[in-house]
């Protein structure tokens, strides 16, 4: 089966995210004020062939886990569905 997979990655809080800070500082010096605590992270997505959507799932944590996300400082949540 082909499945259509989706990985949202993001920071751990209380990990610094220089990168969202300097966007919220560029948003309030363009005007857009109120934009507060902004955080980036990153959208993976990809097809995979695999036998069923549990061990799709299964080697998708395991593509995180050993080279999409770095667990120390980020958090993943994946996203499986059958491709059409």
Known sequence: ???AVTIDVR??????????RTIERA???L??????T???GKVITFDLEADDRSSAESTVREMCDRL???PV???YEITVSTSS
């Open 1 to 3: 089966m082909n499945f």
């Open 11 to 20: 920071g751990v809080e209380g990990i610094a995210d220089p990168e969202g």
């Open 27 to 29: 948003l309030g010096s």
């Open 31 to 36: 005007g857009f004020s109120g934009a507060s």
């Open 38 to 40: 902004v955080r980036v």
């Open 68 to 70: 999409l996300a770095n």
């Open 73 to 75: 400082i980020e958090r």
